[in-house]
């Protein structure tokens, strides 16, 4: 069962398209987070927030931006996108206290 | 240096092995210690989450932490096919919301 929702899965897209990737869960988590993961790497930090109307930047430098309207909602966005940008990008929740992680099944991206 | 290391694999055993993964790290403030299961085109799915040193059993899982040697292990017994996918190990401090991550290991089961 799924409870964080990612869409779209898969996407291919051309150089200097603005995209947007959703995540929404279900679990009534506060903490949300994005990662980026490629192959054979780390899991690298690129966003998070704590709650409605917080938003941080994560470890890693990225063009892209996110905004928490909604607790439930966390989509990110990229306003041109560029080969760079190819990767696959995860949403997570985090319940309270020192709960672990849980990840959506991400989204693939590729620029060409 | 990276705060977590963990081997990149590929890892393949043949059905029914004790398979063990491992992850060294540098950071001893480090307190919960989680391991991940990773199938191809899937995200992360925890698979045990432990506190502090010790051992804990689920199933055909045990995770192992060893925090005076900054190295913590998950054994995998009766391996079957199902099991063939990459392991990330993670870990994070107390009260802090940052979640460092290995690079994750492949293993392959093979029937």
């Known amino acids: 069962e799924a409870d964080i929702y990612q869409t779209p899965r898969y996407l291919v897209i051309g150089t200097g398209k603005k995209i947007t990737l959703e995540c929404s869960q279900t679990?009534?988590?506060?903490?949300m987070y994005w990662y980026q993961q490629d192959p054979g790497m780390e899991l690298h930090l690129i966003h998070y927030s704590y709650g409605v109307n917080s938003t941080e930047k994560g470890d890693l430098s990225s063009e892209s931006t996110v905004s928490r309207i909604r607790t439930e909602h966390f989509p990110l966005t990229l306003e041109s996108a560029r080969p760079s940008h190819t990767s696959q990008y995860l949403c997570?929740?985090?319940?309270?206290?020192?709960?672990?992680?849980?990840f959506g099944n991400g989204t693939r991206l590729t620029v060409t | 240096q990276k705060e977590v290391e963990q081997d990149p694999g590929p890892l393949s055993v043949p059905e029914g092995a004790i398979v063990s993964l491992n992850c060294t790290y540098s950071n001893s403030a480090f307190q919960y210690f989680m391991w991940y299961r990773q199938y191809s085109r899937k995200g992360p799915e925890l698979l045990m989450y432990t506190y502090s040193s010790g051992n804990k059993e689920d199933g055909r899982f045990t995770a192992q932490v060893d925090k005076s040697s900054k190295y913590i292990s998950l054994f995998i017994r009766d391996s079957q096919p199902s099991d063939s996918a990459t392991y990330l190990c993670?870990?994070?401090?107390?009260?802090?919301?940052?979640?460092?991550f290995g690079a994750g290991t492949r293993l392959f089961v093979k029937a």
């Open positions: 997570a929740t985090r319940g309270p206290h020192n709960s672990p992680l849980h």
């Open positions: 679990m009534g988590h506060d903490k």
């Open positions: 993670a870990m994070s401090g107390t009260g802090g919301f940052k979640t460092i």
